[in-house]
């Protein structure tokens, strides 16, 4: 049997408070993950990346502030060993398309479930790219 030894950490870049609180207290009870932040727009994230040294970021679409898929790309830049993982209500393929060009290793719909979204996130901290299945579905009407 093979685990990630390793603590995942995580910053949530949303808009929505509680949306943020949700996920911090669900991850909280996963011995695999650390929460190190919210932002509640892209804005300062490259920042408290290189504060935090995050593994992962989760990074809202529709939010205030500078564009995520700009602050995505400059993230992906600047800071290669944090992996963005896109987590949104809003699905689209060029959405998705968008994301990938920016760098994101993950899509995340935010109506998939919070097993989903634990699924994804550990595929991306394994090094893998992966979608929860709304946004698998999106892809697949290509």
């Known amino acids: 049997m093979t685990q990630q030894k390793k603590q995942v950490s995580v910053l949530c870049v949303d808009d929505n408070p509680e949306v943020a609180e949700a996920l911090k207290l669900r991850l909280s009870r996963e011995k695999r993950f650390r ?13 408290a990346t290189r504060l935090h040294g995050p593994t992962l970021v989760l990074l809202d679409l529709d939010m205030p502030g500078v564009d995520p898929f700009e602050a995505m790309a ?20 060029d959405f998705i398309d968008r994301a990938l060009e920016a760098g994101a290793w993950g899509f995340a719909s935010k109506n998939d479930g919070e097993g989903e979204l634990l699924r994804l996130l550990s595929a ?18 290509r």
């Open 124 to 141: 991306v901290a394994a090094g893998e790219v992966a979608f929860t299945p709304e946004a698998r579905a999106a892809l697949k009407r």
């Open 74 to 93: 400059s993230l992906s830049r600047e800071c290669p060993d944090t992996r963005v993982v896109v987590f949104t209500g809003h699905v689209r393929l």
């Open 35 to 47: 929460w190190v932040g919210w932002l509640p727009q892209a804005n300062d994230l490259l920042d």
